[in-house]
């Protein structure tokens, strides 16, 4: 516990300004890898019920099944990529993600 303390404490020395940071900064970066690492499976049925749902259940089970375990392949890798390297920014996007839509759990959220 008192280890736990002691390194929080010096996170805030190395980012004083750390509720800037929870906007789009390495803490929200930290947050999204991890999540991404964790539910990138998630991938594989949400692609499959979109292809279900715009061309029919065959094509659900291949092209959905496909796209599905590649995209999870990738969203998990750019999720552990994202841990990794919280602290640095990205050339091309700053802290900004790496993968769209940001969280799989978002993916209606951002049709609308």
């Known amino acids: ?6 390194f929080i404490l010096s996170l805030c020395f190395l980012f004083p ?3 800037a940071f929870a906007q789009g900064g390495p803490v929200r970066k930290l947050g ?3 999540a991404n690492l964790v539910t990138g499976w998630m991938e594989v049925p949400a692609q499959v019920l979109e ?9 659900g089970v291949t092209v959905g099944l496909g796209r599905g375990l590649l995209f999870g ?13 919280f602290p ?6 700053h802290y900004g ?5 940001e969280f799989v759990v978002f993916r209606d959220a951002d049709k609308e």
């Open 1 to 6: 516990m008192r280890y736990a303390v002691g």
């Open 17 to 19: 300004d750390a509720p």
């Open 32 to 34: 999204r890898g991890a």
């Open 51 to 59: 292809a279900t749902e715009q061309s029919g259940s065959i094509a």
């Open 73 to 85: 392949l990738g969203r998990t890798l750019a999720g552990a990529f994202e841990v990794a390297t």
């Open 88 to 93: 640095l920014p990205n050339p091309k996007t």
């Open 97 to 101: 993600p790496m993968v769209r839509p």
